[in-house]
């Protein structure tokens, strides 16, 4: 940063940012119900603020609970001006902990000229609870409600057991520490229209105490909201998994507002959970979170003036709450600060943007989030774009083209940017790692244009640029692994690149690794060797989805394998032609060795249908094998899903389906006992 005839300028930019220096900024802020109110409350705060300079002037709002420490909520974001008044976006507070005092603050900033200011007001939150017979009241989701007890003597523990009135099939919810205040829950997993009843248990020295009883009505299903019906295909048998019973799934559609709300399931298809994101489009569900929330990345307005897709990182609780929200423009000022030179906005640049410009445009497919020593992190994919030279990628428009790669952006807990890795940058510069060369063309050579199917928020592509922009890499999972040393220090990151065909490893260190490619793993790439014991004409997976190491690399990566590549007739850009014939996709397990870096298939089962994109892959706790086939075609106008369970045969690398359900076309899936129980992966 420097100072020049009175401006602050932020530079290492194409176009350099000037603004007035010292400007003033003043903030106000209302909630739309006075304090006091009761727990479960919902209370928009509405900020507004002002500023000497141009702006623009962005919004955080943190929260000091009870008792408790300042935590982040929403992150700086955008507001709007009108008349010489910034106006943030909506905070919707929601608070559902236990009762007290709460400090609410927010800070305003214009980033331009660092100049900041800030408020912080109480308000009071009373409890719902006042007797030894717990409350439940209704939340905004008709299926989920809030459970509330009195607290419990320090060092005991206390969790609520809730269950169907006729049924004798109980859901336990997490153990929370006790507290003198009162304790709350949220409740889910449950039919609508249905009577539950539900009750506290303490455990104290290793004794449970059950307390009063009560009984809860859920609500019915919203008209307004359109929901799926599904199709039993192969119904459960002795040998399917009953013990992870539900069925979660991403119902986002491809290219456009879903039809449909993100749902839970029975493996019958009933319906016991919904969540429907933001702006009525799609909302991706990344993972579901032990701590009874879940990860998202969802649409809605950024510093991006572009695009609003893909721009916000959300925690959401299962009632539908936020928990914590990150996007786009504030996470492209925290790499910055890191120093990554391909990180930062995308509408900075000179028209047409010139070779080395580049940008981050949207969260992309995955986050996750694991913990470190006591302190927990969340890892995000975000989908970067820079520009070549004309030329590069075999390219013949003759002018610069606009590549498309990633970052892997790490967040500490109050979700700040602390470590990343560039696809296009490593440590010593220069167009990518020796492993994984900018030359290296996507293999069935994928292209994007501005708003096409798979490629939302392009937006270096324009006049003077070439055409289309080159696919190169989209990645679309990304795995911890906390208990790999290979890299000299323990943890890296499996992510999966499904233009590639390769599944590849980083070297995370746990934040002090050397961010090297650790090795490729696929079809032509020189890191394994495929032990083809099957004789199968295509081991290997192409266009793949969601690879984990399961039981953190104790168990076999597996891997949902659409096919693309061994499908397509014409010949592949890297090295191998398709196997064509009758399509279908394939659910895999492996075995890696990586001592004697070979791949070995314990899994590679037909699946009966053909998703050419979306896709999941998840191993059960009985050792049964989990497959969601996300957009199989069905009919002219009909893409479904396939949730399929995969009993496997020993001695071959296949198995026999023991469950099966058709349902909406969808992005992601998982198999879990209930809502407090996700998977490890």
């Not at 900020?47 to 935590?71: C, E, I, K, R, Y």
């Not at 004309?390 to 390219?395: E, H, N, R, S």
């Amino acid at each position: 940063m420097k100072t020049k005839n009175g401006l602050l300028c932020l530079a290492g930019w194409t176009a350099l940012l000037c603004a007035p220096a010292f400007a003033t900024v003043t903030v106000s802020m209302t909630p739309s119900h006075a304090s006091p109110q009761p727990l479960g409350t919902s209370i928009t705060w509405t900020a507004t603020g002002t500023d000497t300079a141009s702006g623009p002037l962005t919004f955080q709002f943190n929260v000091t609970p009870p008792g408790g420490s300042l935590t982040m909520v929403k992150d700086f974001n955008v507001g709007t001006l009108s008349g010489g008044t910034w106006t943030a976006q909506p905070f919707v507070w929601v608070p559902t902990l236990s009762e007290g005092i709460y400090k609410i603050e927010v800070v305003v900033k214009d980033f331009a000229t660092a100049s900041t200011t800030s408020k912080t007001f109480s308000f009071t939150v009373t409890p719902l609870v006042s007797t030894s017979t717990p409350v439940v009241t209704a939340t905004a989701n008709p299926l989920v409600a809030l459970f509330s007890s009195l607290g419990c003597a320090k060092g005991s523990k206390m969790r609520v057991s809730f269950h169907a009135q006729g049924s004798t099939a109980a859901t336990l919810t997490n153990y929370v520490p006790c507290r003198s205040t009162s304790m709350n829950f949220e409740i889910a997993g449950m039919y609508q229209s249905t009577v539950y009843t539900m009750f506290a248990e303490t455990l104290t020295n290793g004794k449970i105490t059950k307390g009063t009883s009560v009984n809860f009505t859920t609500g019915a299903l919203p008209t307004n909201i359109n929901f799926p019906s599904f199709k039993i295909e192969t119904a459960p048998v002795s040998s399917t998994d009953t013990a992870e019973n539900m069925l979660l799934i991403n119902t986002t559609q491809l290219g456009g507002q879903p039809l449909y709300p993100n749902i839970a399931t029975n493996l019958a298809g009933k319906i016991m959970w919904y969540y429907l994101g933001s702006n009525n489009h799609g909302t991706t569900i990344t993972r579901p979170l032990a701590n009874s929330s879940m990860l998202t990345i969802q649409y809605g307005p950024s510093w991006n003036t572009v695009t609003s897709n893909q721009q916000l990182l959300r925690q959401i609780d299962l009632a539908g709450n936020i928990i914590k929200e990150t996007n786009t423009g504030v996470v492209q000022q925290e790499l910055r600060a890191l120093g990554a030179v391909d990180g930062g906005p995308c509408n900075v640049f000179s028209s047409p943007p010139l070779p080395g410009a580049a940008c981050l445009d949207t969260f992309s497919h995955d986050a996750i989030q694991y913990t470190i020593g006591t302190t927990q992190y969340t890892a995000v994919l975000c989908d970067i774009e820079k520009i070549f030279p004309a030329g590069t990628q075999g390219d013949t428009s003759g002018y610069p083209v606009d590549i498309r790669g990633i970052m892997i952006v790490v967040l500490d807990s109050n979700w700040q940017a602390v470590w990343y890795w560039d696809s296009f940058d490593p440590d010593g510069g220069g167009n990518g790692y020796p492993l994984l060369p900018v030359s290296r063309v996507a293999a069935l050579n994928e292209e994007c244009a501005v708003n096409e199917q798979g490629c939302e928020g392009i937006q270096l592509l324009g006049t003077g640029v070439a055409p289309l922009a080159r696919d190169w890499l989209h990645s679309n999972s990304i795995y911890y692994w906390g208990t790999d040393t290979t890299g000299g220090t323990s943890g890296a990151f499996v992510w999966s690149s499904r233009d590639q065909d390769w599944v590849m490893k980083v070297d995370y260190g746990n934040g002090t690794g050397t961010k090297n490619l650790l090795w490729t793993m696929g079809v032509c790439s020189n890191s394994f060797t495929f032990q083809n014991i099957y004789n199968d004409p295509w081991p290997w997976y192409s266009g793949q989805h969601e690879v984990a190491m399961e039981n953190n690399g104790a168990g076999p990566l597996t891997i949902f394998d659409d096919g693309n590549t061994r499908v397509s007739t014409g010949a592949s850009k890297q090295c191998m032609n398709g196997v064509g014939g009758t399509p279908y996709s394939r659910g895999m397990a492996l075995s890696v060795d990586e001592t004697n870096m070979t791949v070995t298939p314990v899994l590679s089962q037909n699946l009966g249908s053909y998703s050419p994109a979306n896709g999941s892959a998840q191993m059960l706790s009985n050792g049964n094998f989990f497959f969601l086939s996300g957009v199989a075609f069905l009919n002219i106008n009909t893409d479904v899903s396939y949730s399929i369970e995969i009993f496997p045969t020993p001695g071959t690398d296949t198995g026999t389906t023991v469950y099966n359900i058709q349902g909406p076309e969808a992005y992601r899936g998982w198999r879990m006992a209930n809502l407090y129980a996700p998977p490890t992966t």
